[in-house]
């Protein structure tokens, strides 16, 4: 399915009875062959949503409220389309469930058959609120740069890197990041941590690069590939990952890694901005 089938966009009623129908699924294939990802990737990785407006209600009516977080392997076939994951959610307000473990079984069968993959769902209860953890990107921060620019569509000819040095292992990060969603044109707001070993990447170059994106149209899970994808190719570095955390919007944040080495899962601890 494509984005212009879906919800996006488009007047909609809401519903606050439980309807899994309401989720629609956007296949990655399309967006990975426009920049030559073959079958076999070249990373591996998750995206990891928060939703902060879950509802329900209890055998006595009594609504009930949680924090979800869902994580989406990168090899799954299918992303979903985030207003129809909106409504979706939205539909359980006025339903009523036995225990939050049942409404977690409910959203993991759910969302797992619209990605055609196990996706990992995790239920926050107000009990649990205070041990949510906040916190900033580590790195040297490229925002630090002073610098002239006029580039704000992506380009990979910006990014350069030196190999007639010894490789370096860096870890930089830029809360520069935006894009737009590629419906309604809506933009969104992000940051982005970069971690590789290999010839040093001119920084000036990279948050050049990261700026670049500020008129993209593209959904937040394509936008890491391409920013891995470029980087793989013009600075050839032996390692790399990219993390971006995107501020939330209609209640859900979408935050994507992709790295090609081993690395510890991201812990998930929400930006100051989201």
Sequence with gaps: ??????????????????DPLLLFPIDRKT???????????????????????LSWLNRRGKPQIAVATFFVPAESP????????KLYLGSFAQTAFDSIDDVR????????????????VQLAAPGDFGKLQMEEFDGLSLDRLDLDTDVYSPDPSLLKATHDEAPVDETLFSNLLKSNCPVT?????GSVQIRYYGGQIDHAGLLR???????????????????????????????????ARYTRRGGLDINPFRTNF????????????Q
């Design 185 to 189: 044109g809506q933009p969104d707001w």
């Design 105 to 120: 079984a409910a959203i993991k069968r759910d969302v797992s058959a619209i990605c055609g993959v196990n996706v990992s």
């Design 31 to 53: 967006a990975r062959d426009a920049i030559g990802i073959g079958a076999r990737l070249p990373f591996f990785g998750t995206d990891i949503w928060n939703a902060y407006e």
């Design 209 to 243: 690069y990261v700026i670049s994106y500020r008129g993209h149209t593209g959904f937040h899970e394509q936008c890491v590939e391409r920013i891995f994808m470029d980087i793989m190719r013009e600075c050839q570095p032996e390692r790399l990952a990219v993390y």
């Design 262 to 273: 081993n690395l510890p899962m991201p812990d998930n601890a929400r930006l100051a901005r």
């Design 78 to 85: 299918n992303i979903v389309e985030s207003k129809s994951f």
């Design 1 to 18: 399915m494509t984005p212009d089938q879906s919800p996006l966009g488009k007047e909609v009623v809401y519903t606050e009875q439980y």
